[in-house]
């Protein structure tokens, strides 16, 4: 009886690890799978690929200057330079995404009501 029930679970977990495998394969999302990228309007061009790929040499560079540093006030001073570029890169992703995401909060709510505005009780 225990080699039974012992054969039933394996057969039943086997089942289900197998379920995704067969299972029916969905279509890609509609913006090609690229998250928040895809609603740039098609994907990245070449000149943003160009921009994040000189934005994280220059911080692969900074990360190799840090570590090979000579002594903590220039390691200290590197890191701070490494933070001002991070701040920067932030600040500039924050002003191309802030239009996107402005336009999306819009978008469905009724004319002439801004999308921040509830419809219940005021305090």
Do not use: W
């Not at 928040?36 to 990360?63: I, V, W, Y």
Request: proline share 7%; aromatic share 2%.
């Amino acid at each position: 009886m225990k080699t039974i029930v012992h054969y039933t679970v394996t057969l039943f977990c086997c089942a289900l690890l197998s379920a995704p495998v067969l299972a029916e394969p969905t279509p890609a999302p509609p913006h090609g799978g690229m998250g928040m990228m895809g609603m740039m309007g098609g994907g990245m061009n070449d000149q943003h690929m160009r921009q994040m790929q000189d934005q994280m040499l220059k911080m692969h560079d900074m990360m190799h200057q840090i570590r090979d540093a000579k002594n903590d006030a220039e390691r200290n001073r590197l890191k701070d330079e490494q933070l001002k570029l991070m701040k920067e890169h932030h600040d500039n992703m924050m002003q191309m995404m802030m239009p996107m995401m402005q336009h999306g909060q819009n978008q469905g709510a009724p004319a002439g009501h801004d999308a921040h505005q509830g419809g219940g009780a005021k305090p």
